[in-house]
């Protein structure tokens, strides 16, 4: 079992930065994959970024390529999702999730727990 809670979200204004945090328990966290999604009021959950267990091999959707950045620290066991250039699109509920999978890591079924989300909200 793995509990995830994020932290970091707030009000920003296009073209700030934010950094989202995603903290998990227990002493596997190194075990598995984690990814950050997104949710906009209305819209379909959607992936974000992803990084491998070993922190060697980052994912990115091409909406926030070149503007987000995904990390971990495996022992504290924590990833960050590093937020620049800030869109007023990039509004929503972001979640961190953990995937025990190795492969299709920015599909959501590929996940086995997920935080409860931190809201970020930006500006125009």
């Known amino acids: 079992q793995v509990q995830l809670v994020e932290s970091g979200g707030g009000l920003v204004q296009a ?3 934010l950094r989202l945090s ?11 994959a984690m990814g ?11 992936f974000v970024a992803a990084i491998t267990r070993s ?14 950045t995904i ?10 999702l590093q937020m620049s250039s800030l869109k007023a699109e990039d509004t929503a509920v972001y979640y961190c999730a953990a995937s025990s999978y190795l492969t299709m890591l920015r599909v959501t079924t590929r996940y ?5 989300g931190t ?6």
């Open 22 to 32: 995603c903290a998990a328990s227990g002493r596997t966290f190194s075990s598995y």
């Open 15 to 17: 073209g700030g930065s």
């Open 36 to 46: 950050w999604f997104r949710q906009a009021p209305g819209e379909e959950r959607e």
């Open 71 to 80: 990390s971990r620290d495996n022992a504290k066991n924590t990833v960050y």
């Open 119 to 124: 809201q970020v909200t930006v500006s125009s």
């Open 55 to 68: 922190g060697s091999t980052t994912y990115y959707a091409d909406s926030v390529k070149g503007r987000f």
């Open 112 to 116: 086995d727990y997920w935080g409860q």
